[in-house]
Protein backbone atom coordinates (compact mmCIF):
# COMPACT_ATOMS: atom_id res chain seq x y z
CA UNK A 1 0.00 0.00 0.00
CA UNK A 2 1.88 3.13 -1.33
CA UNK A 3 1.51 6.21 0.93
CA UNK A 4 -1.20 8.82 0.04
CA UNK A 5 0.28 11.86 -1.92
CA UNK A 6 0.34 14.95 0.06
CA UNK A 7 1.90 18.45 -1.12
CA UNK A 8 5.27 19.09 1.42
CA UNK A 9 4.50 22.37 2.63
CA UNK A 10 2.02 25.36 2.58
CA UNK A 11 1.88 28.10 3.67
CA UNK A 12 -0.42 31.43 4.50
CA UNK A 13 -0.60 34.99 6.33
CA UNK A 14 -2.57 35.00 9.53
CA UNK A 15 -6.36 35.35 8.95
CA UNK A 16 -5.94 33.49 5.31
CA UNK A 17 -6.69 30.19 4.31
CA UNK A 18 -4.86 27.13 3.18
CA UNK A 19 -5.54 23.76 1.52
CA UNK A 20 -3.89 20.63 1.92
CA UNK A 21 -4.74 17.89 -0.75
CA UNK A 22 -4.22 14.33 -0.14
CA UNK A 23 -4.52 12.33 -3.14
CA UNK A 24 -4.76 8.36 -3.56
CA UNK A 25 -6.62 5.58 -5.41
CA UNK A 26 -9.88 3.90 -5.42
CA UNK A 27 -8.59 1.57 -3.32
CA UNK A 28 -7.97 3.59 -0.07
CA UNK A 29 -9.30 7.34 -0.55
CA UNK A 30 -12.08 6.80 -3.22
CA UNK A 31 -13.57 3.23 -2.16
CA UNK A 32 -14.71 4.82 1.45
CA UNK A 33 -15.60 7.94 3.50
CA UNK A 34 -12.87 7.23 6.11
CA UNK A 35 -10.65 9.37 5.49
CA UNK A 36 -9.10 11.29 8.52
CA UNK A 37 -6.43 14.47 9.09
CA UNK A 38 -3.95 14.87 11.94
CA UNK A 39 -2.05 17.92 13.07
CA UNK A 40 1.52 17.50 14.66
CA UNK A 41 3.15 19.99 16.54
CA UNK A 42 7.05 19.31 16.78
CA UNK A 43 7.97 16.94 19.78
CA UNK A 44 4.09 15.90 20.29
CA UNK A 45 1.61 13.48 19.15
CA UNK A 46 -0.71 13.99 16.26
CA UNK A 47 -4.08 14.87 17.45
CA UNK A 48 -7.32 14.58 15.23
CA UNK A 49 -8.61 16.83 13.24
CA UNK A 50 -11.14 15.19 11.10
CA UNK A 51 -12.76 11.85 10.72
CA UNK A 52 -15.09 10.44 8.13
CA UNK A 53 -14.27 12.72 5.51
CA UNK A 54 -15.71 15.63 7.49
CA UNK A 55 -16.58 15.35 10.78
CA UNK A 56 -15.28 17.59 13.58
CA UNK A 57 -14.10 16.01 16.79
CA UNK A 58 -15.33 18.23 19.78
CA UNK A 59 -13.40 20.46 20.41
CA UNK A 60 -11.66 21.11 17.14
CA UNK A 61 -12.59 24.82 15.94
CA UNK A 62 -14.41 24.90 13.04
CA UNK A 63 -12.02 26.90 11.30
CA UNK A 64 -10.90 23.38 10.13
CA UNK A 65 -13.10 21.68 7.37
CA UNK A 66 -12.86 18.50 5.39
CA UNK A 67 -13.71 17.41 2.09
CA UNK A 68 -13.43 14.55 -0.62
CA UNK A 69 -13.59 14.22 -4.59
CA UNK A 70 -13.29 11.01 -6.04
CA UNK A 71 -9.51 9.63 -4.59
CA UNK A 72 -8.47 13.31 -3.47
CA UNK A 73 -9.49 14.45 0.05
CA UNK A 74 -8.91 17.89 0.95
CA UNK A 75 -8.56 19.69 4.46
CA UNK A 76 -8.83 23.42 4.60
CA UNK A 77 -7.42 25.72 7.48
CA UNK A 78 -9.48 29.18 7.53
CA UNK A 79 -8.56 32.25 9.12
CA UNK A 80 -5.00 30.57 9.67
CA UNK A 81 -3.53 31.59 13.52
CA UNK A 82 -0.10 30.89 14.74
CA UNK A 83 -0.51 27.89 16.69
CA UNK A 84 -1.67 26.24 13.25
CA UNK A 85 1.90 26.03 12.30
CA UNK A 86 2.54 22.26 12.59
CA UNK A 87 2.54 19.23 10.06
CA UNK A 88 -0.51 17.77 8.25
CA UNK A 89 -1.31 13.90 7.77
CA UNK A 90 -4.45 12.52 6.10
CA UNK A 91 -5.42 8.89 6.50
CA UNK A 92 -7.31 6.69 4.70
CA UNK A 93 -8.96 3.59 5.86
CA UNK A 94 -8.18 0.74 3.35
CA UNK A 95 -11.38 -2.35 2.82
CA UNK A 96 -9.89 -4.93 4.65
CA UNK A 97 -9.25 -3.27 7.78
CA UNK A 98 -5.29 -1.38 7.30
CA UNK A 99 -4.69 1.97 7.16
CA UNK A 100 -2.88 4.15 5.11
CA UNK A 101 -1.02 7.67 5.69
CA UNK A 102 -0.53 10.42 3.83
CA UNK A 103 3.50 11.84 3.32
CA UNK A 104 2.58 14.92 5.17
CA UNK A 105 2.67 18.78 4.83
CA UNK A 106 4.26 21.49 7.15
CA UNK A 107 2.18 24.49 7.06
CA UNK A 108 3.88 27.50 7.69
CA UNK A 109 2.04 30.88 8.72
CA UNK A 110 3.75 33.67 7.74
CA UNK B 1 -10.10 10.81 30.14
CA UNK B 2 -8.56 8.51 27.98
CA UNK B 3 -4.94 7.94 28.39
CA UNK B 4 -2.42 5.55 26.83
CA UNK B 5 0.65 5.71 27.98
CA UNK B 6 3.88 3.81 25.81
CA UNK B 7 6.83 2.02 27.78
CA UNK B 8 9.26 0.00 26.84
CA UNK B 9 11.54 1.41 24.27
CA UNK B 10 15.09 1.90 23.83
CA UNK B 11 17.94 0.52 22.09
CA UNK B 12 18.77 -2.77 20.29
CA UNK B 13 21.10 -4.51 17.88
CA UNK B 14 19.87 -5.44 14.40
CA UNK B 15 18.00 -8.60 15.10
CA UNK B 16 17.42 -8.32 18.15
CA UNK B 17 13.18 -8.53 19.83
CA UNK B 18 11.33 -5.49 22.15
CA UNK B 19 8.57 -5.60 23.51
CA UNK B 20 6.87 -2.35 23.67
CA UNK B 21 3.43 -1.73 26.37
CA UNK B 22 0.47 0.74 25.95
CA UNK B 23 -0.98 1.30 29.49
CA UNK B 24 -4.97 2.11 28.95
CA UNK B 25 -7.48 3.82 30.98
CA UNK B 26 -10.65 5.99 31.26
CA UNK B 27 -12.36 3.98 28.64
CA UNK B 28 -13.12 0.02 28.55
CA UNK B 29 -10.62 -1.34 26.61
CA UNK B 30 -12.16 -4.36 25.44
CA UNK B 31 -14.82 -2.23 24.04
CA UNK B 32 -12.13 -0.87 21.71
CA UNK B 33 -9.95 -1.36 18.35
CA UNK B 34 -6.13 -0.17 19.24
CA UNK B 35 -3.59 0.46 16.54
CA UNK B 36 0.31 1.09 16.29
CA UNK B 37 1.37 4.10 14.50
CA UNK B 38 5.44 4.80 13.98
CA UNK B 39 7.55 7.64 12.91
CA UNK B 40 10.94 7.01 12.13
CA UNK B 41 12.94 10.30 12.65
CA UNK B 42 12.01 13.50 10.31
CA UNK B 43 9.92 11.17 8.61
CA UNK B 44 6.07 10.91 7.91
CA UNK B 45 3.05 8.62 9.83
CA UNK B 46 3.19 4.81 9.23
CA UNK B 47 0.73 2.51 10.15
CA UNK B 48 2.14 -0.72 11.95
CA UNK B 49 -1.36 -2.75 12.72
CA UNK B 50 -4.07 -3.20 14.66
CA UNK B 51 -6.07 -5.53 16.79
CA UNK B 52 -9.88 -5.20 16.88
CA UNK B 53 -11.97 -5.56 20.07
CA UNK B 54 -13.72 -8.61 22.08
CA UNK B 55 -16.72 -8.17 20.13
CA UNK B 56 -14.89 -8.57 16.75
CA UNK B 57 -13.03 -11.90 18.47
CA UNK B 58 -9.34 -9.59 18.65
CA UNK B 59 -8.45 -10.34 14.94
CA UNK B 60 -4.99 -8.49 14.43
CA UNK B 61 -3.42 -7.37 11.24
CA UNK B 62 -0.13 -5.66 10.38
CA UNK B 63 1.69 -3.46 7.46
CA UNK B 64 3.49 -5.54 4.57
CA UNK B 65 7.16 -3.91 6.08
CA UNK B 66 6.57 -5.83 9.88
CA UNK B 67 4.05 -8.63 8.79
CA UNK B 68 5.86 -11.74 10.59
CA UNK B 69 8.01 -9.82 12.57
CA UNK B 70 5.78 -7.79 14.82
CA UNK B 71 2.76 -9.18 17.13
CA UNK B 72 0.45 -7.22 18.68
CA UNK B 73 -1.36 -8.92 21.74
CA UNK B 74 -3.57 -7.61 24.60
CA UNK B 75 -4.59 -8.03 28.29
CA UNK B 76 -7.86 -6.24 28.60
CA UNK B 77 -8.31 -7.25 32.97
CA UNK B 78 -4.86 -5.04 32.49
CA UNK B 79 -6.03 -2.51 30.42
CA UNK B 80 -2.63 -3.13 28.24
CA UNK B 81 -1.43 -3.53 25.24
CA UNK B 82 2.14 -5.29 23.81
CA UNK B 83 3.55 -4.80 20.45
CA UNK B 84 6.29 -7.23 20.33
CA UNK B 85 9.27 -6.46 17.81
CA UNK B 86 11.23 -9.28 16.61
CA UNK B 87 13.85 -9.52 14.13
CA UNK B 88 14.81 -5.55 13.97
CA UNK B 89 16.50 -3.89 11.49
CA UNK B 90 17.74 -0.43 11.53
CA UNK B 91 14.73 0.76 9.83
CA UNK B 92 12.33 0.35 12.62
CA UNK B 93 14.12 2.97 14.12
CA UNK B 94 11.18 5.09 15.20
CA UNK B 95 9.31 6.58 17.62
CA UNK B 96 5.88 4.03 17.95
CA UNK B 97 2.38 5.29 18.99
CA UNK B 98 -0.54 3.07 20.21
CA UNK B 99 -3.72 4.74 19.25
CA UNK B 100 -7.51 4.03 19.39
CA UNK B 101 -9.81 3.79 16.45
CA UNK B 102 -13.23 4.74 16.32
CA UNK B 103 -15.08 4.96 13.00
CA UNK B 104 -11.88 5.01 10.69
CA UNK B 105 -9.91 7.47 12.60
CA UNK B 106 -7.49 7.13 15.79
CA UNK B 107 -9.36 9.26 17.77
CA UNK B 108 -6.83 9.36 21.24
CA UNK B 109 -2.80 9.01 20.70
CA UNK B 110 -0.70 7.81 23.51
CA UNK B 111 2.70 9.86 23.88
CA UNK B 112 4.95 7.93 21.76
CA UNK B 113 8.20 5.80 23.19
CA UNK B 114 11.49 5.37 20.86
CA UNK B 115 13.34 2.50 19.55
CA UNK B 116 16.56 2.71 18.05
CA UNK B 117 17.91 -0.07 15.85
CA UNK B 118 21.42 0.10 15.96
CA UNK B 119 24.65 -1.62 16.38
Known amino acids: QSALTQPPSASGSPGQSVTISCTGT?????????VSWYQQHPGKAPKLLISEVSKRPSGVPDRFSGSKSGNTASLTVSGLQAEDEADYYCSSHVPGGKYVFGTGTKVTVL | EVQLVESGGGLVQPGGSLRLSCATS????????INWVRQAPGKGLEWVGR??????????LYAASVEGRFTISRDDSQNSLYLLLNSLKTEDTAVYYC??????????WGQGILVTVSS
Open chain 2, 26 to 33: GFTLSDKY
Open chain 1, 26 to 34: SSDVGAENY
Open chain 2, 99 to 108: ATERSGSFDF
Open chain 2, 51 to 60: TTNKASGYIT
